[in-house]
């Protein structure tokens, strides 16, 4: 699994108008390509009187699956310049889909390259990108005379506390990065003068807002 990652924060929407066409960006979060080809079809179901219908997706941590759709424009001018935003922003897990109802202007294939390419950027803007990234957590047990030291220094460092039991002795659960166990530990070793137990937990994910800028 990779240690951290993008992706976009979740659904969104996006319109703009060009040269009196409308195109709207529907974004969305997809771990498996059956999932992603769900929701292009539910958002064809959806614009069923669309002039077009264009996707494109990436899936997997190693972007295993990449697949890109034109849906009747000329070749290479929509799902492939939607494609290559999401391989520039290295967007994970991520389907995209630009509905366009035709405003009577034609745009040219240069035209049609940027439209899509811009609708999908400006989507993904709208709808928020997250870092991913591996978190282990950590659990501090201590006696009740170090809760108060242990807790300000925890909430003034760079560590997320998760959780704090008040049990027979106080334990600290804290997100700690993976490549940082040794690191906490020893630190945490240090200011409660060995008299803390620590515990090597469980691994998930954590999501971090990032500027989609």
């Not at 614009?47 to 990436?58: K, L, R």
């Not at 492939?80 to 897990?93: A, F, G, S, W």
């Not at 990108?129 to 003034?156: A, F, P």
């Not at 997100?175 to 008299?195: A, P, R, S």
Request: glycine content about 8%; aromatic content about 8%; overall charge negative.
């Amino acid at each position: 699994m990779l240690k951290k990652y993008y992706t976009v924060k979740g659904d969104g929407e996006h319109e703009i108008i060009i040269q009196k066409s409308r195109f709207i960006a529907h974004i969305h979060r997809a771990t498996t390509e059956e999932e992603a080809l769900h929701f292009i079809q539910e958002i064809k179901k959806k614009h069923w009187n669309a002039t077009h219908n264009c996707s494109a997706y990436m899936i997997g941590q190693q972007n295993q699956i990449q697949k890109a759709n034109d849906d009747g424009e000329p070749t290479g001018t929509a799902g492939i310049p939607m494609l290559e935003v999401l391989k520039k922003r290295d967007l994970k897990d991520t389907v995209v889909v630009v509905t366009r109802y035709f405003g009577g202007i034609k745009l040219g294939a240069g035209g049609l390259i940027r439209a899509y390419g811009k609708s999908t950027s400006e989507g993904i803007n709208a709808t928020g990108i997250v870092e991913r990234k591996r978190m282990t957590i950590i659990t501090t047990k201590i006696d009740y005379t170090w809760l108060g030291k242990i807790e300000n220094e925890l909430r003034s460092s760079i560590y997320q506390i998760k959780d704090i039991h008040y049990l027979d002795h106080v334990e600290i659960e804290t997100y700690v990065e993976e490549d940082d166990h040794e690191t906490f530990i020893n630190w945490i070793t240090e200011l409660t003068n060995g008299q803390a137990t620590i515990t090597v937990g469980e691994s998930l994910y954590l999501e971090f807002d990032v500027d989609p800028q």
